[in-house]
Structures are given as C-alpha cells and as structure tokens.
C-alpha cells in the first residue's frame, strides 16, 4: 500500500484539478441527500396526508406552540416543587425549549413565503416537489459528468509522470538486466500494470472520493433526526471492516500472483513469436502451442482465484448493509408504535418520533446503503492497483548495477592508450567468462579478437564502455579507471557497430543521424558514402534518405542494414570505434565495402573488431586469440603466423 500511496502523493500537483473534484463531489453529495430528504419527508408528512406547505407550516406551528406550553408548566411544577429534581432535567428542557423557539420563529418566517410561491393544492404540491427533485437530479448529473472527466484527467496525468519515471530508469538500466531478465516482463508493468495503477488513481478521485462524501451526508442527516438510533444501526460497522480487510489481504496476495502469470504469458508470445521463422522451420508449431497452452491456463486459473474473492466481497457487503438496516428499521418501529423514547432502558429521544421522520430515517440508510454497494464494486481494482503500483516501483527504485560513482571524473579525449590490467567476470557466479585477460592497445592501433564462440571476445568489448563491470581488475584509457569516468563522457568517444545492427521505424537520414544530435543532412551524407551506404540509398532505396526502413530496418537486406549501422557510428567521429562481428551475417560483396571504409576510418583512432571471419586481418594492426575465457596469443599476423601453428593452419 506504501507504494500505492507514492502514486497517490503524484496527483497532488493538480491541485487545481483536485479542487474542481472536490467542488464537484460536495455538489453531488448535498444533490444526493438533498433528492432524497425532498421525496421521503414532505411526500410523507404533507402530500399523503393531502396537505401543502402553507397547512404544514400552520401545523407545525401549532404543535411547537403546544410543546413550548407544555414544557413551561413542566418548568413551573418544577420550580414550585417541594421535591428535589435532578439539576439536569431543567438545563435539558431549557435546551428543548431554545431548540422549538427557533425553529418557531423560522417557520413563522417561512410561512408568508409558502403562501406566496408554492401551490395551494395537494396534487400541485406533489408536482412542484417531483420538479424540484428532478432539477436537482440534472444539476447532479452535471457535476457527476464533470467529476467523472476530472477525476480520469487526474489519473491519466499522474499515470503519463509515472510512465515517464519508469521509462527514464529503465533506460538507464545496465543490459545485462534485459539480457538476463528479457522485456516481456518489462513491457507487462509498462501496460498491463500501469493501466491497472491508473484505474486505481481514477477509482481514487472518483468513487472513492465521491460515494463516501454521498454516504457521509446521507448519515449526518440521519444522525440530526435521531443519533442515538442511528449508533444502533451501525454497531456492526467493525465486524464488516474486519471480514472486508481479510479479503483485501487475499485479493491483494492472489493479484500479485496473477501479475506474475500474465508477465510470463507476455515473454511467451516474445519468444513464440520473434523465433516463428525457427518455428515454422522445424515444424514445432504442436509443441508452442502445448507450452503457450500451459502459461495460458495458468493465467486463467489466477484470474479465476481473484473472481472467486471478488465474488465474495459484495455478499458480505450487502449482507451486513441489510442487517444494519433491519435492526434500524426494528428497533425505529418500535419506538414509532409504542410511542416511546426509550431503547433497553436508554433514552434515545426526548418526544416520540412521527412517521415522516422515521421514513425519512429508513430513506437515508438506504441513500448511505447504495454508496457502500459501489464501493464494494471497486474493492478488487483498488487492491490490483495497490499490487500493480508494488510491481512499478520495485523497478522504479531499483539501483542500476552500472552507474556513475559519486563523484565522476571527466573522461578526456582519448589519445593514449586502453589497457586491461588482469580482468576477471562472471555473468553468473559459479561460471567465469574472463579469467586473467591482461593486454594494451595503443592509441590509433587496430585491434582484432578471434576465437570460438563463447569464449568472452563480446564480455571483453561491452567492458569498455560499460555495459558491464568486471569482478575483478582494471581498465584503463589513458591510464585512468573507467569505472571512475562519468559513463555518458565515456560513451560520447565511442562508436559501436553490432552484430545485429538494430535500426529504428524511421529515415534512414534520422537513423544515421541518431549517431550524432546536432548533425546537418550533409555530415549525414558524407558518414554514409564513408561506410559505402550512399550509392544504394539514392539508387535502390524509394525516397532516398528519407525512405522510412520499417521496423528494425525490416525493408533493407542485411548488408543494407550493416552499413547505415557504420554510418551512424562513423557519423560520431569517435575516438574509440568498436565491432562486435559486424560483417558475420552479411554477403561477401557487403562485407568487401565495409572493410574499405573501414581501411580509412580506422585512422587516427583506436578499434577493435571482433569477428571469426579472417578476412579482416587485413585491417588489424595486432591479433588477439582467445579461448576458454583468456588470450591464448597476441602479435601482429606475420608474427602469429610463424609462431602460432593453430593460426597458421586456421588463416
């Protein structure tokens, strides 16, 4: 609930919002009472006696006068007793008293008002009440309507910051998070929690501000006619609210749960559906579908649990309602036909009560009855949203593994050296990646890593940038720890080209230019014929540079793709230019054109390329092999080529 209350505290800044709420929810709970107290009173005690306003008031009149009489001699006999009465008993009438000559003295005000503008015959009397009750249902209406879209701007405003917030940490995330963890998971707090947070916010600002202040008026008013019934009609009050919180623990834990499944059912699809070529290819669509059916019925199974809760909270609602309500409705009958003041031998009024306050009575418990109903309706959304906002903030306030120490150095520009000092690293604990990996690279040297598969040749290259940090050792640019630079000053001299070059639903002109902010068309253009990209971007692509390359850059080949990738690394100028088998998956033509650009790219600036394609020993000043997590060899290709037999008889 902690975390629930952090989302609630976002609203606050629409202060002017939770203003016009406020207005709205007290209009529509004085509305509320008001219909109510308007039909049930003046229809029982003029319209069924077949009465007006000016007779009633006449009537009313006449009855406070002969009360004031009455309790005047009673003041009297008092006053002229021999017998000593209780100090008490006169300071009450005395009370009683004041209490009749006011409302006397308003009904005397109220009556040449009655006479002048309401009806003089019953039937007109119930028509003018019938309007003035429909009058206030449209004005309720109204602000019904306004409450509803104001409370829905509060939510979608505060749940718009919350998004914010999240999405700025997530980005900052190390990846080996996403890498380990995937973004299924992510995606599901970003909508299925976020959207289950909002209702909560809306819920928040609509019923639950509402309905109370609706339940609140209807009670006050019932407490003004008689409050010592009205103690007696809500002694069950506590028990509910235990059987209801028990619930509320219940529901809360199982929706936690049901959070979990549907985050799981997200990363199923995730990985179904970005593997359907492997899929289809070796005909496995029988065993997804059995895997994606297990998730599945586990999902629905939670879902089912939560209504099986949900079922049970607006029972014991309405059960407790209806027994509050009888034991008002028994216990104000018996008072009303015995003409008593008195419950189990506690005075609950000073005279009898008549049969339209009584009705009125019954008419406010069962106005304070409907509320609770609807709040009862919006107990399971509330108890998801309190689940939903744990499951945000968890990764809200989560630390990122990589992130600047407390107070970062500046990384100069690189012109030196980078150097790994004896690097250790495990992705998981029991398993290491990178035993004892010590080497230098000089500053515009070029540097190739080979090895097989699995043995760290990527590990190695995402420390330099910090994608990850090793367990134990340095590394050093220029002879000082990155660990110690402030990561976005590291990361603006470096140029990465991937093995899968992920590109953006965009231009190509935007996707090269996403390497550099403040780049002009023209730098766009000279980075693209350096990576040997402008000749099929103005000959093959439909628009050129402003051709939209689909998601992924699904409309361009590989050898396509791999070469706007260069373009947006060269577009950089980077100090420092990395490749991670950038021309792998490519065909040899492709793989030709990058080399050449990279043959004069290269110069004056320190890279390192991994790749298994020998090939690109051409490009490479210094060759590292690796194996098992360590380096096997280091030297230039003439030198590994006399000394290194397994190089020889590999190149």
Not at 55 to 72: A, H, V
Request: aromatic share 10%; net charge positive; glycine share 6%.
């Amino acid at each position: 609930m902690t975390n629930f209350l952090r989302a609630v505290f976002k609203t606050f800044r629409y202060r002017l919002y939770i203003f016009y709420s406020v207005i709205c929810v007290l209009m529509i709970g004085i509305l509320w009472g008001g219909n109510i107290g308007a039909l049930a009173y003046p229809i029982t005690e003029i319209c069924l006696k077949k009465g007006t306003f000016t007779t009633w008031l006449k009537e009313r009149i006449n009855q406070n006068d002969q009360k004031i009489i009455d309790l005047n001699e009673t003041l009297q006999k008092i006053a002229y007793s021999n017998q000593a009465f209780p100090q008490s008993n006169s300071a009450a009438i005395n009370s009683e008293l004041k209490t009749l000559n006011w409302w006397r003295s308003f009904y005397i005000w109220a009556l040449p008002l009655a006479e002048k503008y309401t009806p003089s015959t019953p039937f007109r009397t119930v028509l003018f009440l019938i309007v003035i009750v429909l009058v206030g249902t449209v004005i309720k209406i109204f602000f019904i309507v306004s409450h509803g879209i104001i409370s829905s701007m509060i939510a979608q405003y505060s749940a718009m910051e919350i998004r914010k917030e999240l999405f700025d940490k997530l980005i900052k995330y190390d990846i080996n998070y996403f890498n380990q963890s995937g973004v299924a998971d992510t995606m599901s707090r970003f909508t299925n929690d976020l959207n289950i947070l909002t209702s909560g916010l809306n819920i928040i600002y609509g019923k639950v501000l509402r309905e109370p202040f609706k339940m609140l008026v209807c009670l006050c008013l019932a407490a003004y006619l008689c409050w010592q019934l009205l103690i007696v009609t809500i002694l069950l009050v506590p028990i509910a609210f235990l059987a209801i919180r028990w619930l509320a623990k219940s529901i809360k834990r199982v929706v936690r749960r049901s959070m979990e499944e549907i985050a799981l059912l997200y990363g199923r699809l995730e990985e179904t559906f970005r593997s359907i070529k492997v899929v289809q290819a070796f005909v496995r669509e029988s065993l997804e579908m059995e895997k994606f059916d297990q998730t599945n019925r586990a999902c629905c199974l939670k879902t089912i649990k939560i209504a099986k809760y949900d079922s049970l909270v607006n029972p014991v609602t309405e059960l407790f309602g209806i027994l509050m309500i009888s034991m008002g409705i028994i216990a104000g009958t018996y008072l009303l036909m015995g003409e008593r003041t008195e419950l189990f031998g506690i005075r609950m009024l000073s005279t009898p009560m008549d049969t339209g306050s009584l009705i009125m009575f019954f008419a406010l418990l069962a106005g304070a009855a409907d509320p609770a109903r609807k709040l009862s309706d919006i107990f399971t959304q509330f108890q998801s949203a309190a689940a939903a906002a744990d499951r945000i903030y968890v990764m809200i306030d989560r630390i990122p593994a990589i992130r600047d120490g407390e107070n970062p150095k500046p990384a100069p520009k690189h012109n030196k050296s980078i150097c790994f000092d004896d690097i250790y690293f495990a992705y998981e604990s029991d398993r290491e990646v990178l035993s004892g990996v010590s080497f230098e690279v000089k500053f515009g040297e070029c540097v190739v890593i080979i090895g097989a598969s699995g043995c760290g040749k990527s590990t190695l290259l995402n420390l330099i940038p910090r994608f990850a940090e090793p367990l134990r050792g340095k590394i050093l640019i220029d002879g000082q720890l990155v660990n110690e630079m402030k990561c976005s000053e590291l990361r603006e001299q470096i140029g990465l080209v991937t093995q899968e070059p992920m590109l953006f639903n965009d231009t190509v002109l935007n996707n090269i230019c996403y390497g550099y902010a403040d780049a002009t068309r023209e730098e766009a253009i000279e980075a693209a014929k350096k990576a040997n990209a402008h000749d099929f971007i103005i000959n093959e692509l439909a628009d050129g540079y402003e051709t939209v390359i689909g998601i992924a850059g699904g409309q361009l080949s590989g050898g396509q793709k791999q070469r706007i990738a260069l373009a947006r690394a060269i577009i950089r100028n980077p100090t420092i230019f990395l490749l991670d088998e950038a021309t792998s998956q490519i065909d040899v033509q492709s793989e030709r054109m990058i080399h050449d650009a990279l043959k004069k790219f290269k110069q004056g600036r320190t890279t390192i390329i991994i790749t298994h394609r020998l090939s690109a020993v051409d490009l490479a000043d210094k060759i590292i092999i690796m194996a098992e997590g360590k380096i096997k060899d280091f030297g230039t290709h003439e030198y590994l080529i006399k000394n290194n037999p397994e190089y020889a008889q590999l190149y």
